[in-house]
Every structure is written in structure tokens, then in C-alpha cells.
């Protein structure tokens, strides 16, 4: 019976919502509806908090396997020693770095594809099963061309994860619960830098045993991934199918989202969204934050560790040195996000603030002695971790403001392409020759990106007030207004549809 539903929606080219609650607004029981609310919340958020920080572990775990051997064992260096004194090439490291990003590129349109055309949990399960093959694979890896191989398949798989969440959030929550939502979601990019550095810090104490430590690190990463692939096949279609709440609840769940215009689910692709996405200023505005802001994680995620242990520090406390700049992120993340949930329109104001502490740490490192033990530079890297709240801010910021099911999988892959960029383009900035003179490219490279985004989130703060200032003297026919919820219609397209910035 389900499948039939599914089919006639996609024919029909209607929101998955328009069968269950129909044009007309139902009132809603206020107590109901946070008791839904808390469902979704207990079962979604830990899902989306495990799952995302299970992807930002395994990317940043090169970071540490770089400097428990796999640099040396996988030949990711080269040291060139016709100078005075002998130079280091570490541009193979950069390009293994890279090359994830690559793969994430090429599998976001398959992903994004799969993800609004079939079954939501099915799909998400099984890649996420194969990505922890993939993940686990990485241990039989014995030359950089074959990590290179493995890093972009690895990308391609795990694409599936950010755009997916994005568009999961989009579906249950409205605009006002979203950035709180994005934000818990996002925040284990701290959380999983701290657990992670905390689990890569006892593989530092192996001494013995048949492989080397940086395998058994993946290994971990794959057997947890694999888990979690399991538990991916329980994940609903939508709001309207969610088996965790009770078939009054899923009326309550959909109903509730009517206020907001965004819809909840449609399984067509509907051509003409597309080249309304592709038309329209705030996607493109979005994009650029998002390429500019992600540069930092690029170089962070790749070559932390390896950066702070040229100020002295040795392999363990290097990694302990992800710790603060791993809190400091989380804490940022879940801020902002409360924030933006409790007062309203303050998305961009924040994301400004959240981006001067980057820039003042990357001036920091820069300009600062990297004397043994200098306190400088460590300070100045921790207080980089707030990029994580900028990047953030700006997701919610893209998905919060678009409607209709093929405009938001647009909008969601073009934050996914941004965030690619930036994270191609971060470690490319780092060039093992200029150490000495405390990698220049690479700070002035992160300022400037950083003030590309500030402007770039202050043009589109006046594009989306005049969008609402066009709206606010129209006269509202209550009916239509909810008859038009769960069309499908874009932000565009829905004169009732009222951005947040």
C-alpha cells in the first residue's frame, strides 16, 4: 500500500504531505505537538549527530595517521635533499586531501538523485554499509596512489550524508526549529574532533601487534561506520511514514509544517525549480559563503596536527591540541543555534561574529614566534575552532530560506559543492617550503576567504529583507495560504513564503 502512495505522488508531482492533511488547516494541540516534536527530536538527532560526526572522523583521521607513520609507509613526502638544509614536499598529502573532496563532487549528483527519487533509509543504508568497506579497506593501502584511489571513492559514498541531512531537517522541522536542528547535527564536527583526538590518542599508546597504529584507526572508523549503516534502514521516507509515531502523530507532524510554506517531501524532479534555483542570487550568494568559510576545515582536517607539531609539540600532544579547538567549535555551533532559535532574524548578525575569531587566529599563527612551546600559536589555532558556527549558520541560512522538494535538493547540493571547494582548495594553500616563513599563502589565503564571506552574508542579509518588504503589504486569504502549503511550490512561487535571515 505504501509502495502504491509513493508512486501516485511522484506521478502527481505533489508534496508526500497532500494526502495526509489535505488543503485545509487543522488546529493543532499544543501539548501534542511538542510531545511529536520530542519523538523526532529522540529519534533523528542522535542519527544525524552520530552520522555526520562518523564522516568528520573519517576525513580527519589523515590528520593523525600522518603522524603515526602512514606518511613514511605510503610515501607522502619526499624530501629533497639537494638543499641546504634538506626541504620536505608534502604536496602528495595535500593531494590525498583533496582528492576526497573530488570523489564527494562526483557522487553528489547520483546521491542527491537517489535521495529524493527512492526510499530515504534504504538508500542512506545501504552507502553507508559500502562507505565502511571502503573506510576499513584503507588499512591494505600501500602506496599513496592507492590512498589516493581510496580517498576519492571514499568522497563519492560519502556525499550521501551531508545532503541528505540537510534535506531530512528541511522535511520534519519548521523555519524557527530548523537552526537549532542544523546546529545539533553540525556541532558533532567539535564533539567528534574531541572523541576522535581522544581515540586516536590511545592508538598512539600500541606498541606491538601486526599492523601498524594508523591502520588500526581505520579499522575503528569502519566498524563503527558499518553499525551505523544498519541502524540507517530504520530511517522514515518522511514525517508521513515515520513508524516511530503513531498515526495521529504523523497528521500532527505534517500539519504542523503548513505555517511555514517549505513542504515536506516529493518524489518528482521538477525541471522547472531546478532552473529557478540556478537563477536565483541567494543560492549563489550561499555558495560563496560556504566555499570561502569551509577553507579553514580543509586545512585543519588534513594538516591540524601536523601544524601544531611544528611548534614544538610532540606527536601525543599535538593531538591533544585538537581538544580546545574542538570544544570551542562545538560550543560555537550549539550557541548559535540556540540562539538563532530564540530570537529572531539574528542568523547573519551571528555568523559575522563567528567570523572574526577565525581571522584574528589566523593573524595569530602567522605573525606570532613559533618558538618551542609557544602559547601564541596554539591560542591562535584554537580560536579558529568558531568557523565551525559560521558554516553552520550558513547551512541553515540556505535550506531555511527555499521551498519546494527539487529547489531545496538543489540548494542542499549547492551548499555540498561549496563546501567540496573549499575543502579542495584549503590544504592546496599549504606549501611545505614556505615553513619557515609560517605558511604566508596559507593564512592570508583563510583572511581573505573570510572577508569574502562577510560580504558576501551582508549582501544577501539586504536581498532577503527586500524580498520580505515585497510581502509584507499583502493582503492573506487564510484558505489559500493553506491550500498552497503542500504543493510543492517554491519560495518563489508562494507568495505566503517568508524568508529568515
Not at 24 to 42: L, N, Q, Y
Not at 49 to 70: E, H, R, T
Request: hydrophobic share 45%.
Amino acid at each position: 500500500m505504501a509502495e502504491e502512495e509513493d508512486s501516485s505522488d511522484v506521478e502527481s508531482g505533489k508534496d508526500l504531505a497532500s494526502g495526509l492533511v489535505g488543503e485545509h488547516a487543522s488546529e493543532i494541540d499544543p501539548e501534542m505537538e511538542r510531545r511529536v516534536v520530542w519523538k523526532i527530536d529522540r529519534f533523528l538527532m542522535p542519527t544525524m549527530v552520530v552520522g555526520y560526526g562518523l564522516v568528520y572522523y573519517d576525513k580527519a583521521i589523515l590528520g593523525s595517521a600522518v603522524l603515526f607513520g602512514m606518511t613514511k609507509d605510503l610515501q607522502l613526502s619526499i624530501v629533497d635533499t639537494t638543499t641546504k638544509p634538506p626541504t620536505t614536499n608534502t604536496q602528495r598529502l595535500s593531494w590525498a586531501t583533496s582528492l576526497f573532496y573530488f570523489g564527494m563532487l562526483a557522487g553528489l549528483y547520483p546521491m542527491t538523485f537517489a535521495l529524493q527519487r527512492f526510499n530515504l533509509g534504504r538508500i542512506l543504508g545501504g552507502v553507508v554499509i559500502f562507505w565502511s568497506l571502503i573506510c576499513m579497506l584503507t588499512a591494505a593501502v600501500t602506496s599513496h596512489q592507492g590512498l589516493y584511489v581510496q580517498r576519492f571513492f571514499l568522497g563519492f559514498v560519502e556525499s550521501i550524508i551531508p545532503t541528505g541531512f540537510m534535506c531530512i531537517v528541511s522535511g520534519y522541522y519548521t523555519q524557527d526549529e530548523q537552526a537549532l536542528r542544523q546546529s545539533w547535527w553540525f556541532s558533532s564536527t567539535g564533539l567528534f574532533t574531541i572523541l576522535g583526538g581522544a581515540l586516536n590518542y590511545g592508538f598512539a599508546q600500541i606498541e606491538s601487534g601486526s599492523l601498524r597504529r594508523w591502520q588500526y584507526i581505520y579499522l575503528l572508523a569502519g566498524a563503527l561506520t558499518f553499525l551505523f549503516g544498519i541502524w540507517c534502514f530504520l530511517i522514515p521516507n518522511s514525517a508521513a511514514t515515520a513508524g516511530f509515531l503513531s498515526p495521529a502523530e504523523r497528521l500532527v507532524a505534517v500539519e504542523r509544517l503548513r505555517k511555514g510554506q517549505t513542504g515536506v517531501r516529493c518524489h518528482k524532479i521538477k525541471v522547472s525549480q531546478l532552473k529557478e534555483a540556478v537563477l536565483d542570487i541567494k543560492l549563489w550568494l550561499v555558495f560563496i559563503m560556504m566555499a570561502s568559510a569551509y577553507t579553514v576545515n580543509g586545512a585543519v582536517s588534513g594538516f591540524g596536527p601536523l601544524i601544531v607539531s611544528t611548534f614544538g609539540w610532540s606527536t601525543l600532544e599535538s593531538i591533544l591540541w585538537q581538544f580546545p579547538l574542538g570544544g570551542l567549535c562545538f560550543i560555537a555551533i550549539l550557541l548559535c543555534g540556540y540562539l538563532s532559535s530564540r530570537f529572531g532574524n539574528v542568523r547573519i548578525y551571528l555568523l559575522v561574529a563567528n567570523c572574526l575569531p577565525v581571522i584574528a587566529g589566523c593573524a595569530m599563527i602567522w605573525k606570532s614566534k613559533w618558538t618551542h612551546h609557544a602559547a601564541a600559536p596554539v591560542a591562535g589555532y584554537s580560536i579558529i575552532g568558531t568557523f565551525g558556527a559560521v558554516v553552520s549558520q550558513t547551512i541553515v541560512l540556505g535550506m531555511s530560506n527555499v521551498a519546494g522538494a527539487t529547489k531545496k535538493s538543489a540548494m542542499a547540493a549547492a551548499i555540498f559543492v561549496a563546501y567540496c571547494v573549499g575543502n579542495i582548495v584549503g590544504p592546496q594553500l599549504i606549501k611545505s617550503q614556505t615553513k619557515k616563513e609560517h605558511y604566508p599563502e596559507l593564512w592570508t589565503g583563510l583572511i581573505i576567504c573570510y572577508c569574502i564571506t562577510i560580504l558576501a552574508s551582508v549582501a544577501l542579509w539586504f536581498v532577503l529583507r527586500r524580498e520580505n518588504s515585497k510581502r509584507e503589504g499583502m493582503a492573506v486569504d487564510v484558505d489559500e495560504r493553506d491550500r498552497l502549503a503542500f504543493l510543492d511550490l517554491t519560495d518563489k512561487e508562494n507568495p505566503y513564503f517568508r524568508y529568515v535571515y
